[in-house]
């Protein structure tokens, strides 16, 4: 593999910028003759917007333009869209309101824009925001799927009766009733899976720059998929024409998934930039990040599990109301259905799975994909169920999950995946070796001397990654193919610059992707550039989430590649005189094998491009592009132990160790594998203990900030002990499966499972704080 | 943030002279309410008069029987001193576990107790130890000086120059944090004072501010262990309920408080 090669824990080389200050991301970038926009926010989770006098702010210093939400319908400014098509079980197309990029008449959630000042400074542009008069009507508000779903409740789209957007189902129902009637046992738990808000370290922003000779359209913007966002722009948005847009995507400091999405802010930037024949910048605060930024996961779930007498899993069946928001945003609607039911096998033989999903509009935020995008709703439900089962069928929890594993492969499973490879009860061994399982009991009895309440908990979940191969997802209703692109381009001197649509914002890329270049060539990474993230540099791509940039967008790379190889190879055996076949590549050189003739990748670049000496009919140049379509999801999993104690008298929750044996297939850079994991776990522990998203009857979100939302912080948190075990991917060359969502995918049911384990009662919803933890020691009081 | 005008005067009478000019004026002290407050456009202060650079305000003394710790003293510096240590270690515990280490460098004891925020430390420490707040214009006893949620004794425009805390024969605090915002979600002080009286003060828990527990003090008076307070029962009733704590979670949180700060205390 050679030092930097794949399997190596290469220091990551984009940490210089950023650990120096050097990062530049939007808000860095000044254009000239740059002006600023401030939003006027609606500070009612539903109203009528009466009217809209900017009379006085248009009055006010440096005010370059006050515009309203009747303007840009008025311009013909697409509503924003969806990208998914879900079906209702009644045969009927999803039930989807008009989503303006800035509300003409009705604001449905709070923070949600009316109106936008253009001025010379964010000041002055703050300033007169103040200064817009709107009148609003208020109208009655439901701001969560209980209070939605009540007959008699406030409606929020006249195309969606009821606030239903859709009623879904996947799997077989009557199969698995009659499971469920021959079963020897059932579990049953009823889940809340908490609303969680993402909380990049960078709050958005964009800048939309309107070139009049040209034009032409700039917006550098904080996107983890800029081709998409200029497709959805070009095509639905009528802000501009594709060729006539360019979208950058600069570094980006953070994204979970809530920067996947397009969103009005941008959409308003870009045709404010026409209007005032200027550069229009925005930057989000904190603030418009709680209040505007998409949301994740929460779900109500009504969860049953079907066991025959000999503790096999005969059957699940589960009932999910997910609550997409106001709006549905671009992938919302596939988030609780294909990326949430298809999981709901887990890791086990399950024969008979039936899932109904109904997705409701309440007058909150939009919710969708949040790092791991309904895989961690899958999952949390799947091993809640199996430790409540273990503690029910009183079976160590461990061997109830080994005796219903799937130890074949490939597996099809009743709700549609098909799982490739896999080797669960490794996983779960290194985990239970890693934690010392069968020291827990003594562990427990000296911790209740002690006065303490020790618990143990298991996760053993799957995911899917590798999204997507394009004509799977298409058949499911997906608007867009889930490919990736890349381009390799050997430079005359011999250095080489790797064009890829996968974005990086934070996954490490731009060392990985190298590490793979220094692999198959044997050349320093220092000879290697990553470029993404320019809709004028990289042809196209479709972006980062799904912990899809390994198995889809390096592998096209790869295929690239192996393009640009053939072609040097050629070029070698033709300067050295050598059959092609006795060439190979070591160390940057083409050798011919057995001798000790050799040429160095620089002088076969040079020959490349100065063509003085090319095979006959050869095109000069050393530049190959690829395009990759994944034919499978990528299936890592893994088992994860969480042991802690509880402090009875305050609820307080604290680690004694937290252990992870993940799948991943084959690890590029272990160092950033580990990173991943550790974030993912951050954010999986924080979902379990800390966080959550709180709007009040009204709808004002009582968790708007830091002082209320709890953010995990490094000393909430154990030191991980990680291990891995590896089965190769067999669907994608590199045998890599995917590590980014993992920990946040695992975590959350290994710390819920431990806590109830610990007090002795399984009554628990999430966050556990300690004041939860605390009523349900006392006995949910 | 809007427009303001900013001074830093280098006396606590220039300070109070330019606060009188100003036509709404705010002291500044280390800025951690003020100052998210202006930058959410909440607070518009005409003037903003920074006490922090007085160098007559910053400084901990002792004397045979208190220690007297100067208002603009960061709980940085109260954590660090020996002379704190030595004469109310209590009170060096409370500002090691306040916040995290930024606050603890900026934010200052007499910021913390002028503003009287229902879940601040330090008010805890004052009322329980029976402290005496001492002012550019007079002495306010600690019983006097809280007034309620965000309420003060204080005058407008008078300033804090010290605390004078009376070493006791005992003192402990003990503090369940706020998850979010790491104030205390219910912290209490427990002293038993040189002649033998006890005090106890519980920060985060009420509705009205920092409150004395009666029910722990005649407890604690009878019996000076965390024991004693088994069959003592806190009221529900007053006390703040929010997500991240029910009043009965808090009530419970004031008994098992003071039974870790009598443990803490000896």
Redesign the interface.
């Known amino acids: 593999m050679g030092v930097e090669g794949i399997g190596a824990s290469v220091v990551r080389k984009e940490d210089r910028r950023f650990v120096t200050g050097k990062g530049r991301y939007v808000d860095d970038i000044k254009l000239v003759g740059m002006t600023h926009a401030y939003f006027v926010r609606s500070p009612h989770a539903h109203a009528k917007v009466k009217s809209i006098d900017s009379s006085a702010a248009m009055k006010m210093p440096g005010v370059v333009g006050v515009l309203t939400g009747k303007e840009i319908v008025d311009d013909k400014i697409g509503n924003l869209i969806c990208g998914w098509a879900i079906t209702s079980r009644d045969g009927t197309p999803m039930k989807m309101g008009a989503w303006p990029a800035m509300a003409p008449e009705t604001v449905r959630f709070v923070g949600q824009a009316v109106a936008v000042v253009i001025a010379e400074t964010k000041n002055q542009a703050h300033d007169a925001a103040e200064a817009v008069v709107v009148n609003y009507e208020e109208l009655p508000a439901a701001a969560d799927i209980r209070a939605a779903i009540k007959p008699g409740a406030p409606q929020l789209h006249p195309e969606a009766p009821g606030n239903v957007i859709y009623d879904w189902t996947l799997g077989d129902e009557a199969a698995t009733d009659t499971a469920f009637k021959s079963a020897a046992n059932v579990v049953s738990l009823d889940i809340t899976n908490n609303r969680l808000v993402p909380n990049a370290m960078e709050p958005r922003a964009a800048i939309a720059d309107y070139n009049d000779a040209e034009e032409h359209f700039t917006l550098y913007t904080t996107s983890q998929n800029p081709h998409v966002a200029r497709l959805v722009l070009s095509a639905f948005y009528n802000v501009a024409q594709e060729h006539k847009l360019r979208v950058v995507a600069p570094d980006v400091g953070g994204g979970f998934g809530s920067k996947i999405f397009i969103y009005p802010e941008e959409m308003v930037a870009l045709w404010a930039s026409k209007k005032v024949r200027r550069p229009v910048k925005w930057t989000g605060d904190r603030s418009e990040a709680f209040l505007t930024d998409a949301h994740g996961r929460d779900h109500l779930t009504k969860a049953e599990m079907a066991f025959d007498a000999s503790n096999k899993i005969i059957g699940l069946r589960v009932k999910t109301y997910a609550n997409l928001g106001a709006y549905m945003s671009l992938f919302s609607s596939s988030v609780p259905t294909y990326l949430y039911a298809t999981l709901l096998s887990g890791q086990y033989n399950i024969p008979n799975i039936f899932a109904e999903v109904i997705s409701v509009y309440t007058n909150t935020v939009p919710v969708d994909a949040y790092r791991g995008a309904g895989r961690p709703e899958a999952s949390f439900v799947v091993e809640r169920l199996m430790e409540t089962a273990a503690r029910q069928l009183k079976v160590d929890p461990a061997e109830l999950r080994r005796k219903n594993f799937i130890t074949a492969f490939p597996h099809q499973t009743p709700v549609i995946m098909a799982y490739d490879i896999g080797d669960f009860g490794a996983s779960l061994d290194a985990a239970l070796k890693a934690i010392d399982y069968s020291g827990f009991p003594a562990r427990k009895d000296k911790a209740k001397k002690e006065g303490k309440l020790r618990g143990i908990g298991f996760s053993c979940y799957i995911e899917a990654c590798g999204i997507a191969p394009s004509k799977a997802v298409g058949s499911l209703g997906a608007g867009v193919g889930l490919w990736e692109s890349a381009e390799v381009r050997v430079n005359p001197v011999g250095t080489i610059e790797i064009l890829t649509g996968s974005h990086s914002h934070g996954q490490g890329h731009e060392t990985t992707f190298c590490q793979l270049v220094a692999e198959r060539l044997g050349v320093p990474i220092s000879q290697v550039q990553i470029v993404h993230g320019d809709t004028d540099k990289v042809q196209f791509g479709m972006g980062t989430y799904g912990s899809r940039s390994a198995a889809v967008g390096l592998t096209a790379i790869l295929k690239a590649m192996e393009k640009v190889e053939s072609k040097a190879r050629k070029i070698a055996a033709h300067q050295l005189e050598a059959s092609e076949d006795d060439i190979v590549i070591e160390n940057g050189a083409f050798k011919v094998t057995g001798t000790d003739k050799s040429i160095a990748l620089p002088m076969v670049a040079l020959a490349a491009y100065t063509a003085h000496n090319l095979p006959d009919g050869m095109e000069p140049g050393l530049k190959e592009g690829a395009f990759y379509d994944p034919t499978n999801f990528t299936f890592p999993a893994g088992a994860y132990i969480c042991e802690l104690e509880v402090d009875a008298g305050t609820g307080k929750t604290g680690f004694v160790n937290f252990v992870a044996a993940d799948d991943f297939g084959r690890l590029i850079n272990p160092m950033i594998v580990e990173g991943q994991v550790h974030g993912g776990l951050a954010q999986g522990i924080g979902q379990a203990l800390l966080e959550g998203a709180v709007y009040d009857a009204s709808g004002q979100l009582v968790t708007a900030s830091f002082m209320d939302y709890t953010m995990p912080r490094a000393d909430d948190l154990p030191s991980f002990k990680l291990n891995h075990t590896t089965t190769l991917c067999p669907g994608n060359p590199l045998g890599v499966k995917g590590c980014g969502e993992a920990g946040a995918i695992g975590a959350s049911a290994a710390v819920i499972n431990a806590i109830t384990d610990a007090i002795g009662n399984n009554k628990l919803e999430m966050p556990a704080t300690p004041d939860r933890v605390w009523h349900a020691i006392h006995g949910n009081a | 943030m809007y427009q303001t005008t900013y001074h830093c005067p280098s006396s606590v009478e220039e300070a109070a002279a330019l606060f009188g000019k100003g036509s709404d004026s705010k002291y500044l002290a280390g800025g951690h309410t003020l100052i998210p407050v202006m930058k959410?456009?909440l607070a518009a202060p005409s003037d903003v008069i920074d006490l922090g650079k007085i160098k007559e305000l910053v400084g901990i003394e002792v004397s045979a029987d208190a220690l007297i710790i100067k208002a603009a003293t960061t709980y940085f510096d109260i954590l660090r001193s020996a002379e704190a240590k030595k004469a109310i270690p209590a009170i060096v515990h409370l500002a090691s576990v306040l916040g995290d280490p930024q606050v603890r460098y900026r934010g200052t004891i007499g910021g913390s107790i002028a503003n009287n925020d229902p879940a601040a430390d330090f008010p805890a420490a004052v009322l329980a130890l029976g402290a005496t707040v001492k002012t550019n214009k007079r002495s306010i006893s600690a019983d006097d000086f809280f007034k309620g949620l965000f309420a003060t004794a204080l005058d407008d425009g008078e300033i804090i120059t010290a605390i004078s805390f009376p070493n006791p024969a005992k003192a402990g605090y003990s503090k369940?944090r706020h998850?979010?915002?790491r104030f205390a979600?219910t912290g209490v002080f427990v002293v038993k004072t040189k002649s033998g009286d006890v005090r106890v003060a519980a920060t985060g828990a009420s509705q009205d501010g920092v409150m004395r527990v009666p029910a722990v003090e005649a407890a604690l008076k009878a019996n000076w262990a965390p024991g004693a307070l088994e069959n003592v029962t806190i009221s529900a009733e007053g006390l703040l309920s929010d997500?991240?704590?029910?009043s009965?979670?808090r009530a419970?949180?004031v008994k098992?408080m003071a039974?870790?700060a009598v443990t803490a205390a000896g």
Not at chain 2, 243 to 246: A, L
């Open positions: 959410q456009r369940m998850p979010a915002s979600l997500i991240h704590g029910s009965s979670y419970n949180l098992v039974q870790r």
